[in-house]
């Protein structure tokens, strides 16, 4: 019974900001990498942001100086802050459990939708 609970979309304005939320359960949180994908409309689907168990993190240049990602194992939650929000920001966002090397891991959210725009 693994899960993954996004929350925190919604409808922001351009230089807004927004900060998403996965909650895990059903998996041992902490000997996991934990990433961020999200797709826009017509686009495919890319990665935003990843965490690694040692704590390494990479972003997306689309993002850099924008977004942050952290964790709190005690809580089994990953977060997304995103700052400074362009309406090019606009997807669905997923949580992604067991990223390595490239690749995504098993575990997927339900994605969450944030929709920038004046």
């Known amino acids: 019974q693994v899960q993954l609970v996004e929350s925190g979309g919604g409808l922001v304005q351009p230089g807004g900001s927004l900060r998403l939320s996965c909650a895990a359960s059903g998996i041992s949180f902490n000997n996991y990498d934990m990433a961020w994908y999200r797709q826009a409309p017509g686009k495919q689907r890319e990665l935003v942001a990843h965490m690694t168990i040692g704590g390494r993190i990479n972003y997306a240049d689309s993002v850099k100086g924008r977004f942050m990602i952290s964790r709190v194992n005690a809580k089994n939650t990953v977060y997304l802050q995103m700052n400074s929000l362009k309406p090019e920001d606009t997807a669905v966002y997923y949580c992604?459990?067991?990223?390595?090397?490239?690749?995504?891991?098993?575990?997927w959210g339900q994605g969450t939708l944030v929709t920038v725009s004046s």
């Open positions: 992604n459990a067991g990223y390595y090397s490239g690749r995504p891991g098993d575990y």
